[in-house]
């Protein structure tokens, strides 16, 4: 019946884990912007200007001719022309180059800021190494003299660049270097709040099987005023622990209800052990002084607040849900609920028990007691939770499995 819980310890790895594979995302971020970035930075662009048309400039990258005047040279009209290129796009080019169709006889005569060259009808230019980046809203010039038979307007201008895109200024470099940030500080609080979790937990385990051992011990003493009910409180306690479970409470109520089972019958501890393991049936005396134990059980708890609801288990587990049974004659949910657990847990430890007047009663006869009783004796839901327990194979507790028991 136990549930496997999920340590603090467990918890923290889990987080860990999961800010590692986060930190695994980022950086694979990190790989594709790199990727991105080199693809682009490799990618060639090229754009044709036809001036007759374009009286705009529609592209980012934009090539103006700024054309000197002219003059004539032995037939020839030789001008000056300068090439200027213009980047108004959001990122550097690079590496550009210009092609310029040219009629047929030109001839170049000198040049500036880039090495020209004309074969047959294509003038080129290559920029000086010193001249071949254009930072965003700036310009490069590369100019020639040219000489041609007659004077022409130069058109069809082809410029080929590459973006150089510097990946630590994107916007989405900057993004995961706060995603990769936070994920590192998330990693470093987790690791010491659970270094704090865990030695807290240790600490707090460490006072756990502390009480556990002792109120084992305070259980131990009350039941070894009778040879045949040794082991009933820490059996009560684990079947009410069980019950807790299986009602959905929560793990502290769990251990609550526990720790209850095994002080309820402490209040034992004043009633003679004549009657206690007296063989035949008590007379009305007798018993009358046996049902006092639970008050004075309440009343030797009454200064022990450290597990609440304590004196309720105590107090009112022979209350009975129709309003008869003692100390106060208790009805239904006007019962404490760790009487109503620990009243049915009770029972059934009683009769899967042997006990100096009988023997263990059958699982059948267990059965069918709780099954009448459910709603006379007993609240109806925990004896429908202890009968699963039963038919689960549950309950009842082994000897082995008593020692084995962890809280």
Request: charged share 25%; net charge negative; hydrophobic share 40%.
């Given at each position: 019946?136990?549930?496997?819980?999920?340590?603090?310890?467990?918890?923290?790895?889990?987080?860990?884990?999961?800010?590692?594979?986060?930190?695994?995302?980022?950086?694979?971020?990190?790989?594709?912007?790199?990727?991105?970035?080199?693809?682009?930075?490799?990618?060639?662009?090229?754009?044709?200007?036809?001036?007759?048309?374009?009286?705009?400039?529609?592209n980012p990258v934009f090539v103006k001719i700024e054309k000197g005047e002219g003059w004539i040279s032995e037939d020839m009209f030789g001008c000056q022309y300068e090439f200027v290129v213009e980047n108004n796009y959001k990122y550097p080019i690079s590496k550009w180059t210009l092609t310029i169709p040219v009629p047929e006889g030109c001839y170049i005569d000198s040049d500036w800021?880039?090495?020209?060259?004309?074969?047959?009808?294509?003038?080129?230019?290559?920029?000086?190494?010193?001249?071949?980046d254009v930072e965003v809203k700036s310009t490069r010039k590369a100019g020639l003299v040219l000489y041609m038979p007659e004077e022409q307007d130069l058109n069809g201008v082809i410029i080929r660049y590459r973006v150089h895109i510097d990946y630590p200024e994107t916007v989405m470099f900057k993004i995961l270097v706060a995603l990769f940030s936070f994920g590192v500080a998330s990693l470093i609080i987790?690791?010491?709040?659970?270094?704090?979790?865990?030695?807290?937990?240790?600490e707090h385990n460490s006072y756990k099987t502390v009480v556990n051992q002792a109120l084992r011990t305070i259980a131990n003493i009350i039941d070894t005023k009778d040879e045949y009910a040794r082991g009933h409180s820490l059996r009560v306690a684990i079947y009410s622990k069980m019950l807790a479970e299986k009602m959905g409470m929560n793990e502290f109520d769990q251990e609550r209800i526990y720790y209850i089972g095994l002080l309820h019958d402490v209040g034992k501890v004043g009633i003679p052990n004549s009657i206690l393991t007296k063989p035949g049936r008590l007379?009305?005396?007798?018993?009358?002084?046996?049902?006092?134990?639970?008050?004075?059980?309440?009343?030797?708890?009454?200064?022990?607040?450290?597990?609440?609801?304590?004196?309720?288990?105590?107090?009112?587990?022979?209350?009975?849900?129709?309003?008869?049974?003692?100390?106060?004659?208790?009805?239904?949910?006007?019962?404490?609920?760790?009487?109503?657990?620990?009243?049915?847990?009770?029972?059934?430890?009683?009769?899967?028990?042997?006990?100096?007047?009988?023997?263990i009663l059958s699982y059948d006869y267990i059965l069918?007691?709780?099954?009448?009783?459910?709603?006379?004796?007993?609240?109806?839901?925990?004896?429908?939770?202890?009968?699963?327990?039963?038919?689960?194979?549950?309950?009842?507790?082994?000897?082995?499995?008593?020692?084995?028991?962890?809280?």
């Open positions: 019946m136990k549930r496997k819980k999920t340590s603090s310890k467990e918890l923290i790895q889990n987080i860990i884990v999961q800010i590692v594979v986060y930190l695994l995302l980022v950086v694979a971020g990190f790989a594709g912007l790199l990727f991105y970035t080199a693809y682009r930075n490799a990618e060639s662009h090229e754009v044709l200007f036809n001036y007759n048309i374009d009286t705009e400039q529609s800021e880039g090495d020209w060259s004309l074969e047959d009808t294509v003038l080129s230019v290559v920029p000086f190494e010193t001249n071949e987790t690791i010491l709040v659970g270094a704090h979790i865990n030695r807290f937990e240790r007379t009305v005396d007798e018993y009358e002084i046996v049902k006092r134990h639970t008050q004075m059980g309440a009343q030797l708890m009454e200064g022990f607040t450290t597990i609440k609801g304590a004196e309720n288990g105590i107090k009112y587990h022979h209350e009975r849900y129709d309003g008869t049974g003692y100390n106060e004659g208790l009805k239904g949910e006007e019962i404490p609920i760790e009487g109503r657990i620990i009243a049915v847990a009770d029972a059934y430890d009683a009769m899967s028990s042997k006990r100096c007047y009988r023997d069918n007691e709780l099954k009448i009783n459910a709603g006379t004796q007993f609240d109806p839901n925990i004896v429908k939770c202890m009968i699963e327990l039963i038919e689960g194979g549950f309950a009842p507790v082994s000897a082995a499995e008593m020692m084995e028991f962890e809280i």
